[in-house]
């Protein structure tokens, strides 16, 4: 069986980086990538990619494109493109999205459906 392999994000390629002394409430709505390095709770609406990073804590109903994390994410997922969890990475809510890849070594606690087309609707 080929191995799958998910591309490693450089954060230069990211327009906007929530820093990790960063501690956020509210409703985040955005086009371009988007990384959390900090703390977030609220929703995401987003028609562009999200990152978490290794020390992020998001609380929060997500919405975007493509939802890559190598942190934790307490809420329910609805990626349009693609789900990444890299190795470390904490998800607790239900996923829905027509691709995911799950690296050994992260814990996904949640349903999980992939009936879903790229506006968004399962």
Excluded at 4 to 31: C, H, P, Q, W, Y
Excluded at 51 to 65: F, N, P, R
Excluded at 84 to 108: N, W, Y
């Amino acid at each position: 069986m080929p191995e799958i392999r998910i591309r490693d994000m450089d954060e230069n390629e990211i327009d906007t980086i929530l820093a990790e002394d960063i501690d956020f409430s509210g409703v985040l709505v955005f086009k371009k990538p988007l990384m959390i390095k900090g703390k977030f709770k609220g929703e995401i609406k987003a028609s562009g990619d999200l990152y978490i990073g290794t020390d992020a804590e998001v609380e929060a109903k997500v919405e975007a494109d493509l939802v890559s994390s190598r942190g934790k994410i307490k809420g329910d997922i609805v990626a349009r493109s693609r789900v990444e969890l890299f190795s470390g990475a904490q998800v607790e809510g239900d996923i829905a999205t027509p691709d995911l890849v799950i690296e050994s070594g992260c814990e996904f606690n949640g349903l999980c459906s992939m009936k879903i087309n790229r506006s968004g609707k399962t």
